[in-house]
């Protein structure tokens, strides 16, 4: 297996390694195989140092997530997220994050990952081999394009993440806005703007009172105390009322 690690992008134009990855659905253990991953497909594959990381659950896996739809709209049949970890770990840490749109993979002996010579050791900070952070498009089991992070100390995050992808797949595509919505339990006008961007296929992530925010928050970042309080791109739209304003101007 690799031992030293120089940032390359020698493997476009080639072929994937040729791997069966063991991966647990329910109870059952599942062979997945390269064929089965790549065969036929037009896949974006972003692979990282391990699950549950800082770098890997605040920004790589999410923003890949968030973007899963536009990169379908262009062309990607599927989003794999590779690592070198065990399933269970993988599975865990997918459903944690509520990344329903990623498949994700384990790598659990480095196979893969030392076949696409980025498997690099990672002793120092009690992790072992693992995997070194890039992103590549792949077309029928051949890589296209990869970005790979620099060769620099600790974990760089400059060019693998989802919106360098998608501006090489499609520099004019259309990126959905981030909504965010605060919200509490029993509340009908909360109810009433959720199905509103419901019926207008908007996308958006819920924070619930009690549950991921008090009051205090909402006064705190809206200047309102008052629930539902609806955001598009970091912009306070306002309550259910003004959103049904808002969605007949798009």
């Known amino acids: 297996m690799t031992d030293q690690y120089t940032p390359s992008t020698q493997m476009e134009g080639q072929a994937v390694p040729a791997v069966t990855f063991r991966t647990r659905d329910g109870d059952e253990w599942v062979a997945v195989t390269s064929d089965d991953l790549f065969a036929d497909k037009t896949v974006v594959v972003f692979s990282l140092p391990g699950a549950f990381t800082p770098t890997c659950s605040s920004t790589h896996l999410p923003r890949y997530n968030e973007l899963a739809s536009t990169l379908s709209d262009n062309g990607v049949d599927d989003i794999i997220c590779m690592s070198v970890n065990d399933t269970f770990v993988m599975n865990a840490w997918k459903e944690d994050q509520e990344a329903e749109n990623i498949t994700v993979i384990p790598d659990g002996n480095g196979e893969f990952t030392d076949g696409m010579k980025m498997l690099v050791g990672k002793e120092d900070i009690g992790f072992g081999k693992r995997s070194w952070r890039y992103s590549m498009l792949v077309k029928n089991g051949v890589v296209e394009k990869m970005f790979v992070e620099p060769n620099k100390p600790g974990d760089p995050f400059e060019v693998s993440d989802a919106d360098t992808m998608l501006e090489y797949i499609n ?80």
């Open 171 to 250: 520099p004019e595509a259309v990126k959905p806005q981030s909504v965010a919505m605060i919200t509490k339990p029993g509340c009908p006008y909360c109810s009433k703007a959720k199905t509103l961007l419901k019926i207008k296929g908007i996308p958006f992530e819920e924070i619930v009172l009690g549950k991921d925010a008090t009051s205090v928050s909402v006064k705190a970042i809206s200047g309102n105390s008052t629930v539902p309080q609806v955001f598009f791109d970091g912009v306070n739209i306002g309550g259910s009322d003004d959103l049904e304003k808002y969605l007949k101007d798009l």
